[in-house]
T-cell receptor
């Protein structure tokens, strides 16, 4: 079944460093989205990359997508303490016109001041 | 900026009781979703809803669950007879269209079944 899996499961870095999180999936997708979740809170959408795109930027975020390897990466540059959160990739497919997201387990990112 | 809202933020109920979780999607959105996240686990799809009917539902979404859009703004998830294992964070989401479109999530309702 289609599934996003992130690695590493946990990542701890110093403020100012770059953080890279990876996501792999098993089946073909239409789009891949990255979300952030602060502890016990809601999911905040970060970026959507379409299956025909290879790279996308948004502020300090850079997302790549390699459909041949069925993988994506999220790079956060110049990390800040406020970036501490869990990050999830979500792949989607369409069923009868509806878009269903399948989430990975997430990467817990800790930025140390 | 428009956002999805959910009420209540926290619901505590006794096993076997009915609960209704409420969501107000973004106003011009047409597609609505419910997901849940059991503590420490991944977010799981429950159901999608479009044009006043269910588009798809997961295996989790059994006969105890139902969804409704009772008016032009609210979208509800009802659990008829709650079980202990229904304890989770429930997220509502909406999107303007299908296709390459972002799903915007609400802050969630934490359901605790005792």
């Amino acid at each position: 079944s289609q599934q996003g899996e992130e690695d590493p499961q946990a990542l701890s870095i110093q403020e100012g460093e770059n953080a890279t999180m990876n996501c792999s999936y098993k089946t073909s997708i239409n789009n891949l989205q990255w979300y952030r979740q602060n502890s016990g809170r809601g999911l905040v959408h970060l970026i959507l990359i379409r299956s025909n795109e290879r790279e996308k930027h948004s502020g300090r975020l850079r997302v790549t997508l390699d459909t041949s390897k069925k993988s994506s990466s999220l790079l956060i540059t110049a990390s800040r303490a406020a970036d501490t959160a869990s990050y999830f990739c979500a792949t989607d497919r369409f069923i009868q016109g509806a878009q269903k997201l399948v989430f990975g387990q997430g990467t817990r990112l800790t930025i140390n001041p | 900026e428009p956002e999805v809202t959910q009420t209540p933020s926290h619901q505590v109920t006794q096993m076997g009781q009915e609960v209704i979780l409420r969501c107000v999607p973004i106003s011009n959105h047409l597609y609505f979703y419910w997901y849940r996240q059991i503590l420490g686990q991944k977010v799981e799809f429950l159901v999608s809803f479009y044009n006043n009917e269910i588009s798809e539902k997961s295996e989790i979404f059994d006969d105890q669950f139902s969804v409704e859009r009772p008016d032009g703004s609210n979208f509800t998830l009802k659990i008829r007879s709650t079980k202990l294992e229904d304890s989770a964070m429930y997220f509502c989401a909406s999107s303007a269209s299908t296709g390459a479109d972002t799903q915007y999530f609400g802050p969630g309702t934490r359901l605790t079944v005792l």
